[in-house]
């Protein structure tokens, strides 16, 4: 038998189909051609996917019985797994969805006036260990496919009811900063980020629609040829001693390689009036000190930018305190004085533990860095 034991064929044929939820626009005009079919098949798909959120091919009333039929066979339209939804009293709303590798992740959207944030995870864990953030202390498992990534729009936009091409949409900007290192999957994150941008997709602006990086180098010099999504850095740390302890990933690429990184990808960009977003997590006594400010001055004084501080959001036994009210304000107002757009970020969902830094869902953790973390706790217990 050539199907595999133990599995029927129907079961085999099951594997076997492409997850349409996935597809760029390119690929999904690829499909259609590999199946006999015209390319315009792929516009008229893409919107009952993104746009009506259909996850049935009967409900594509524009699209013959016979395609109908025979996309049944060969696709499907398969989202994340919603495992459970959680509703913050600031209106914060974060979905833990799981993926196909078991892990669980987590979604989170932000509303703010006429604004509403999605912020997307791109992989189940994080591969690099920044020594403040829960999301790293719980390991890293595997990339998510690009359905698993536009499969969080997709789930929140089901939740919202709202059409992407209308003016009222509830999903108005998609922030990279959830779960996990973008650059560091890179391929999946840019077919995700261009249907974001997709008219077809979520037709959503390229200012609207930003990439965070801790400073994979080389890769931030290969996302300025690929797109011109806006463009965010954790930083955290003004000196690469510092930033050595708190994003270890400077040890590989330091402060001058990330800045010159920086700067290559601002100057690919087509409009010279964009600036990169710095994040600048505060952490009481680490980070936040008038010569953290002053250095950081010098360090960002050619760098087109806007300055985000955020207060660090406390986790069991990670070390760290978050600054008082007073030190964050005078960390803000010396780098306004010095000519920065310097904002701080308000705390939103942490009654959900939906704060920036507390996303961690359910890794299996394929880097035993999660059980050395707990063991290192039971040590100081």
């Not at 980020?193 to 602006?205: A, E, Q, R």
């Not at 953790?365 to 059980?371: A, E, G, H, K, L």
């Amino acid at each position: 038998m050539s199907e595999t034991v133990g599995q029927s064929v129907s079961e085999v044929n099951e594997m076997a189909k492409t997850n349409l939820l996935g597809l760029s626009r390119s690929k999904m005009e690829a499909f259609f051609v590999s199946i006999g079919e015209k390319k315009f098949r792929a516009q008229q798909v893409l919107k009952w996917i993104h746009h009506e959120r259909v996850d049935s091919f009967d409900d594509m009333t524009n699209v013959s019985k016979a395609l109908r039929e025979r996309l049944k066979q060969v696709a499907e339209i398969r989202g994340p797994e919603i495992v459970s939804s959680h509703f913050s009293e600031d209106g914060t709303c974060k979905w833990v969805v799981r993926v196909t590798s078991g892990s669980c992740v987590e979604t989170v959207y932000i509303p703010e006036g006429d604004r509403g944030t999605l912020c997307v995870s791109s992989q189940a864990g994080c591969s690099l260990d920044c020594s403040f953030c829960s999301t790293g202390k719980q390991g890293f498992n595997s990339d998510l496919t690009v359905a698993e990534i536009i499969g969080q729009v997709w789930v929140a936009a089901r939740h919202f009811g709202n059409v992407p091409a209308r003016i009222d949409r509830r999903i108005t900007n998609v922030v990279m900063m959830g779960m996990g290192e973008p650059l560091m999957n890179f391929d999946n994150v840019v077919d995700a980020m261009n249907l974001m941008m997709d008219d077809f997709g979520y037709g959503l602006s390229k200012r609207r629609v930003t990439l965070s990086t801790s400073g994979v180098v080389p890769m931030l010099r290969k996302l300025g040829e690929v797109t011109d999504v806006s463009l965010a850095v954790s930083l955290h740390a003004p000196n690469d001693e510092l930033r050595n302890v708190l994003v270890p990933i400077n040890k590989k690429y330091p402060l001058a390689q990330l800045m010159d990184a920086i700067d290559f990808y601002m100057n690919s960009l087509p409009d010279n009036r964009r600036v990169v977003t710095i994040e600048y997590t505060l952490l009481a006594g680490v980070n936040d000190q008038p010569e953290h400010a002053e250095q950081l001055i010098q360090l960002l004084k050619d760098v087109p930018c806007k300055l985000n501080l955020i207060p660090f959001n406390p986790f069991p036994h990670s070390g760290y305190e978050r600054p008082s009210n007073n030190a964050v304000r005078r960390f803000q107002e010396k780098m306004q004085a010095a000519g920065f757009n310097t904002t701080v970020r308000k705390t939103r969902g942490d009654d959900i533990d939906a704060a920036c830094g507390q996303l961690v869902g359910q890794v299996n953790d394929r880097t035993r860095r999660s059980q050395r973390y707990i063991e290192a706790r039971q040590l100081e217990a």
